[in-house]
């Protein structure tokens, strides 16, 4: 078994270069599926949820090569049934996005019900409802969802929630289809922008993204292509949450500052200082950090990938801080973590109320999914003692090299493998 072992106090210092984003990456990579030649990817992130879909294409009959460390080429071309099943879905939510892209390559797709993080119902009803009215009819079967079209014909999608996944699938099932598909109250995040830019690299005709309303018009044929995805504004986030925590004075590089708008907007309500430069971000914090209040929402809004991250960092702040889930049910199960480091929180629903103390102290703890395993990161960095944090698996999802990263900007941190009752220093 492995941990992450933190010995906490030390103010971090230097540069930390940001990774290409992992969600813009695991919806892409399914979109390569659509293509009828060869892409190169650029600025993939080695994380495993990334090399897990590329295997999942690779078993499926693509051929994928890594030709240097943060690039992928695809070749599609290989692949001749669409179905995805369940022994090589089961471990990454974002696998569902094979149905989009299979539907839109074949017309048709059969995979298993994804998995990944376990933070609450995150049901496919509004995908399917966007598949249907572009002409394809589905079934749940033995765990397989089954999608199926004598052809697909663009439509008017208005979706009742704002979703990332269904605004994906259904720009990856129009993008071939015939005739024009609107999305009204489509996802805004930059990685839905992202895959509008890739898809339109290949050839596809995706207008609006970046807004509630996208406009697909189908085109009969997408080609290969070479793609550099976008920085992980996450990940990003989780580091300039790190010099919150610790302290310091930190250069976060290769990054779109304007994605990170509404992390910066609240770090700087806590006295952190935050200078932007065209492609990185100087992130200052001397002073203890003041109280604020925290909303989820889909972005432009905060994002509730970060909301861990700044809950961890609230538990040290001066006063009560009130964070509100906005986004998805029971994502406070980590609260529990934080608590074992002397964390003053109660939740009620959706609802987390933080009594900010002056510091956590190390205990063990665990990731109980990818960002509360960051934000278990983040809270160690600032606490007196020592941390040691389980289920790393979590985090190493998301994270690439991120013991490294952390050392190279100062933190005492470490991977250990253990086999208990002995721990073994890798």
């Not at 539907?103 to 409802?129: I, M, N, T, W």
């Not at 009215?133 to 008017?156: F, N, P, R, T």
């Not at 005739?179 to 992202?194: L, M, Q, S």
């Not at 989820?296 to 009560?320: E, N, R, S």
């Amino acid at each position: 078994m492995e941990k992450i072992v933190i010995n906490g106090g030390n103010r971090l210092h230097g540069t930390v270069k940001i990774s290409g984003a992992k969600n813009a990456a695991v919806a892409i990579i399914p979109a390569v599926v659509l293509s009828d030649g060869i892409c190169r990817l650029e600025n993939i992130p080695d994380i495993q949820d990334v090399n897990l879909i590329a295997r999942i294409l690779e078993q499926m009959g693509a051929r994928v090569t890594k030709p240097e460390k943060d690039v992928l080429e695809i070749d599609p071309r290989g692949i001749r049934e669409p179905v995805a099943t369940y022994d090589l879905v089961r471990h990454m939510r974002a696998s569902s996005y094979l149905l989009g892209a299979l539907l839109g390559k074949f017309s048709r797709a059969e995979v298993a019900l994804p998995g990944g993080c376990d933070f609450g119902v995150r049901p496919v009803d509004q995908h399917l409802k966007g598949f249907g009215i572009l002409g394809a009819k589905h079934s749940v079967e033995g765990g397989m969802i089954k999608v199926k079209a004598d052809k697909l014909v663009g439509g008017h999608v208005y979706l009742d929630v704002v979703s990332v996944g269904a605004t994906v699938n259904i720009m990856l099932a129009a993008a071939k289809a015939e005739g024009r598909t609107t999305i009204e109250n489509a996802a805004k995040e930059p990685h839905i922008v992202d895959l509008a830019n890739f898809l339109n690299s290949m050839g596809a005709d995706v207008r609006g993204a970046g807004t509630d309303v996208i406009k697909v018009n189908g085109v009969k044929r997408l080609g290969g292509t070479t793609y550099s995805i976008i920085p992980d504004q996450i990940e990003a986030g989780t580091y300039m949450a790190a010099v919150a925590s610790a302290g310091g004075d930190v250069m976060i590089t290769n990054v779109i500052p304007k994605h990170l708008e509404s992390i910066t907007a609240k770090l700087r309500e806590m006295g952190v200082i935050i200078e932007e430069y065209d492609e990185a971000v100087r992130v200052i914090r001397n002073n203890r950090l003041r109280r604020c209040n925290v909303k989820t929402m889909p972005h432009p809004g905060f994002p509730t990938d970060m909301q861990p991250q700044i809950a961890a960092i609230l538990t040290m702040a001066d006063g009560t801080s009130i964070v509100n889930e906005a986004v998805w049910d029971n994502r406070f199960r980590y609260v529990e973590e934080l608590c074992r480091m002397g964390a003053e929180i109660s939740v009620d629903g959706k609802l987390a109320v933080i009594e900010g103390i002056d510091q956590l102290k190390g205990a063990p703890v665990k990731a109980t999914d990818l960002r509360a395993g960051a934000a278990m990161i983040v809270a160690a960095l600032g606490a007196s003692g020592t941390t040691e944090i389980e289920d790393i698996r979590h985090i190493e999802r998301g994270y690439e090299n991120v013991v490294e990263k952390f050392k190279g900007i100062g933190a005492d941190i470490k991977r250990v493998y253990t086999n208990d009752p002995v721990i073994q220093t890798a």
